[in-house]
């Protein structure tokens, strides 16, 4: 395909798949001609060296994106290897054994002309019988193996999302809402269906069509021009609008996303929906998403349609031409009876084989873009995990904070150039009005955002050169970010630890007023909480926190605001445990609470994310 044009660029992405050669015509007037060869690039323009390079850009860029999904692919399927080896071990033998059907008819044929039934013919019938018994029984196989790797899909992509979930960086995490990704988990379905459909599908067509081309050029070398042709249509048809169809999955994909993440949205929110019922905005949102899923599922059809189109057509040529050239060879006497139904049975078997092919492309584009969806988590960036392991010894650690500035984005500092040293076994006291800064401190001094400017030092190394998981085994964290779970109030307490005894998580509970709610339930600490903490008073839901962070008994404690909202009595069993029980530890507080702050070796206050001054109390 020739083209003429002025702008390179533009012509160029609307370009089949950016696959060409471009000459320039005339350098005065940017007039440049490009012509596409189907898979095929080649540059020939020496002069223009910039649009050069942008053809370049362009077509690297398509590869790479087409190379990175199917890299993922292959990656998905590296493990199921045996399996897939077998699969196609099975399809093989399968299509040598199908091919038993035409060359049996084939002889039975020239039998029944002979006008005779011999034992020899009877032979032949039964073996027929058995050839497409045993190409069944082949498929059965497949299938057990097919089963076998949709399970582990499932199985391994749920504990990928389980295991990489925690490990996520929470400052990217801020960007986007974290459960509405989880739902690309559910393409794992369409992979499972997907693959099953390309693993029994896509190998036995191939095979039957290679083999089929084979037999068939035995009949006549006529035949290996009509295969040679088959197999350029083919490639043809794969090549024209595999890009396209790749990318209009990916978009209805992207779509139905946004529809699914707009309604749980509303769900989230289904009180406020339910109040403004006025209001459409809800209906008028979803239209709007509906609509542009509508657009891409039209465009991702129309391919398909296209696809299916040139095979109709393709169909009707080739079969009028086979039984034509079948029909001429046979009168001919080229070919017999025999042969010519054959030949006709294999050429059927081959469209069909062709047919298959191409309505799997379909299934080629889901498992393509469910790949990409399911990844889409999995890729996130994750929290940086040193080496240094941090030791857990009977006292506190100390804690330096070296020039240290933070904004949750590159356009504002939250922190400004924070430095203090806090001795190992210090209770601290961090105050400040609202929006200082001091919830971000202690999630900058709990590991939790990683990327800041300046140096935390824990025990004199830095933060980050510290096995993150070590730095969790050791401290108690109360942060405002931190939540309950489904589960029960053990579970939220333990989060799986089991050398934790109920007397620990009593003596927690009677401090903290837990223990009045967990002996109201009979239930008592199996009472079960219902997702997001739903009915559950947010006293309890603090007081539950609280416990969590206090129950590992750890050598530093990191607490935002962990009386805030309670009962005067328990206000003071929490102060007095945390003062008077936990001696030798390094204990830093979020508080405005002076009467607390007045019992800490160390006050920092906080001020527009700088430190306004610090106090030290000799106690
Ligand atoms: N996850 C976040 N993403 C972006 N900005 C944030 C985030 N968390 C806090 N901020 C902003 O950082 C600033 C400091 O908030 P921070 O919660 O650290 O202050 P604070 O002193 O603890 O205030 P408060 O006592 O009201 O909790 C505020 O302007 C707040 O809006």
């Known amino acids: 395909m020739f083209l003429l044009c002025d702008s390179p660029i533009v012509r160029l992405r609307q370009f089949v798949s950016g696959r060409g050669i471009c000459i320039t015509i005339s350098q005065k007037t940017h007039h440049y001609l490009f012509c596409s060869f189907f898979n095929t690039f080649i540059i020939v323009m020496l002069s223009e060296r910039r649009v050069f390079m942008c053809i370049c850009q362009n077509y690297l860029y398509m590869a790479e994106k087409r190379m990175s999904t199917l890299l993922k692919l292959l990656e998905v399927l590296k493990f199921e290897k045996s399996e897939i080896s077998s699969i196609y071990f099975y399809a093989i033998i399968a299509g040598v054994v199908q091919l038993s059907l035409p060359l049996g008819i084939q002889s039975i044929i020239s039998f029944v002309l002979g006008g005779t039934i011999s034992t020899s013919m009877v032979l032949l019938i039964a073996l027929v019988i058995i050839g497409v018994l045993v190409a069944g029984l082949l498929q059965v196989n497949q299938m057990k193996l097919i089963e076998k790797i949709q399970q582990q899909l499932f199985v391994r992509y749920a504990f990928k999302y389980a295991d990489t979930i925690p490990k996520l960086n929470l400052q990217d995490v801020d960007n986007y809402y974290l459960p509405e990704l989880v739902n690309r988990f559910f393409d794992t379905v369409s992979l499972q269906k997907g693959i099953s459909k390309i693993l029994l599908d896509i190998p036995a067509a191939s095979i039957q069509i290679i083999f089929g081309l084979i037999l068939l050029s035995f009949y ?9 042709l088959l197999l350029v249509v083919l490639y043809l048809i794969l090549i024209t609008t595999g890009n396209k169809g790749l990318q209009t999955s990916m978009e209805e994909s992207n779509y139905k996303y946004k529809v699914a993440g707009y309604l749980q949205e509303i769900a989230r929110v289904i009180t406020t929906f339910k109040f403004s019922r006025n209001s459409s905005l809800h209906i008028n949102k979803t239209d709007d998403y509906v609509s542009g899923y509508l657009q ?3 465009s991702h059809f129309k391919i398909l349609l296209f696809q299916y189109w040139t095979l109709i057509v393709f169909k009707l040529l080739i079969i009028s031409a086979m039984l034509i050239v079948g029909a001429i060879l046979l009168v001919d006497q080229q ?13 059927l078997m081959i469209i069909g084989s062709v047919e298959k092919m191409i309505v799997s492309l379909d299934n080629i584009y889901d498992v393509l873009t469910s790949v990409e969806k399911i990844n889409k988590l999995l890729e996130k960036p994750k929290e940086k995990v040193g080496s240094q392991q941090l030791i857990h010894a009977n006292a506190g650690f100390s804690l330096e904070v070296k020039d240290v500035s933070f904004g949750y984005s590159s356009e504002k ?25 001091k919830s971000t401190l202690i999630r900058l001094l709990s590991g939790a955002y990683q990327d800041f400017e300046g ?4 025990n004199n190394i830095p933060i980050s050169n510290y096995d993150i998981r070590s730095i969790r085994g050791n401290i108690g964290v109360l942060l405002s970010i931190q939540e309950i779970f489904q589960g029960t109030i053990k579970e939220n307490i333990c989060i799986g630890n089991d050398a ?10 009677e401090i903290t007023g837990l223990k009045q709610f967990v002996d109201s339930h009979k239930e008592g600490y199996d009472f079960e909480i219902k997702p997001i903490g739903n009915h559950l008073p947010d006293k309890i839901v603090k007081k539950v926190l609280l416990v969590r962070a206090l129950i590992h008994n750890p050598q530093m404690l990191l607490l935002e605001e962990p009386w805030l909202g309670l009962e005067e009595q328990y206000v003071k069993q929490i102060q007095a445990h945390i003062l008077q029980k936990l001696t030798g ?14 019992q800490c070796n160390l006050v ?16």
């Open 220 to 228: 006549h070398p006529v035949f290996i021009f009509f295969g040679l």
């Open 296 to 298: 891409s599922r039209t």
């Open 335 to 347: 070919i017999n009876v025999g042969q010519f139904i054959a030949s006709e049975i294999v050429i």
């Open 413 to 437: 500092l939250i922190l400004k150039d924070l430095s203090f040293n806090i001795p190992a076994g210090s209770r601290v006291c961090v105050m400040g009005a609202n929006s200082a800064g």
């Open 455 to 458: 140096t935390i030092l824990i």
């Open 500 to 509: 934790i005894s109920y007397e620990q998580m009593n003596y927690l509970a």
């Open 585 to 598: 530890k390094t204990i830093i507080v979020v508080t405005n609470d002076v009467a607390f702050a007045d």
């Open 604 to 619: 920092i206050e906080m001020e527009r994310g700088a430190v306004k001054s610090i106090k030290t109390n000799n106690l």
